[in-house]
């Protein structure tokens, strides 16, 4: 990689990158609340374990990358769920998968970003959509989206829930 493409072809992944440091720490704290001892916890029969949830949360970054690197991939299952066994172990997968985005995105350049990424739906359908797209929907807002549901878990577990953007109600004497 010649010094221009390390300064230039990289912009994209660099962005995202920046935005996942800022954002890992914050979801650490979300994940550092789960009680340990409500990991089999569900709010409703549909829903997930606070254990599967945080475990998924966890996951996503690392798992999300590796996948959207392949240029053509089968959808995942989502039919079964891993449930955290404790709340270190899911700290673990989380520090495993910001240390595999810390030394792999900055490795995709810019024309390979824009590449389109094919995901085999289950229903036989075929999802192809740019490759920063994909790690943007999935590797960042779908981890938000997931931060947050485990936000409404800490809240119904009467667990104080720490802040994202701001104070969170707790961290401001409540609302």
Known sequence: MTQATTATGNMIARSMLEEFEREVATT????????????????????????QLAHHIAETPGMALQFGLLDRAAAPDFGVRTEARSVPDVLAVLDAGAAYVRETLLTVEDARMNTAFTIDMPDGSVLELPRHRFFRTIMLNHWYHHRGQLGVYLRMLDVPVPSSYGPSGDEQGGI
């Open 28 to 51: 650490r704290r979300f994940l550092e609340r789960v009680p340990g001892d409500r990991l089999s916890w569900r709010p409703h029969a549909k829903s997930m374990s606070a254990g």
